[in-house]
């Protein structure tokens, strides 16, 4: 079982910059695929963005692309993502989660699910 806790969130302006940050609680041997996702009021949860375990692989949805940018830390099993240039209809409800197999940017692709972080981008 893995953990993963997010942090990060919070509010701000249209233009601003946020990192969220994910970390899996628990010790484990096993490297995944890490992701981020978000959902907004009324809304279905949507992929945002992917990386594989090595890193070297990364995948944007076209909303975030050339705004965001997800990287993997240090330590394993951890995340980030910049957060860039946010705009109002980022506001959601962000969620971390790792996978070991699949397509990455599907949602029921993943293992594990972080709690969720609360994004919100004022006008």
């Known amino acids: 079982q893995v953990h993963l806790v997010e942090s990060g969130g919070g509010l701000v302006q249209a233009g601003a910059s946020l990192i969220l940050s994910c970390a899996a609680s628990?010790?484990?041997?096993?490297?995944?695929?890490m992701g981020w996702f978000r959902q907004a009021p009324g809304k279905e949860r949507e992929f945002v963005a992917a990386i594989t375990w090595k890193g070297g692989t990364v995948y944007y949805a076209d909303s975030v692309k050339g705004r965001f940018t997800i990287s993997r830390g240090s330590a394993p099993n951890t995340v980030y993502l910049q957060m860039n240039s946010l705009k109002p209809e980022d506001t959601a409800v962000y969620y971390c989660?790792?996978?070991?197999?699949?397509?990455?940017?599907?949602?029921?692709?993943?293992?594990?699910w972080g709690q969720g972080t609360q994004v919100t981008v004022s006008s």
């Open positions: 628990d010790r484990t041997s096993s490297n995944y695929h």
């Open positions: 989660a790792a996978a070991q197999f699949g397509e990455l940017t599907v949602a029921g692709e993943y293992d594990y």
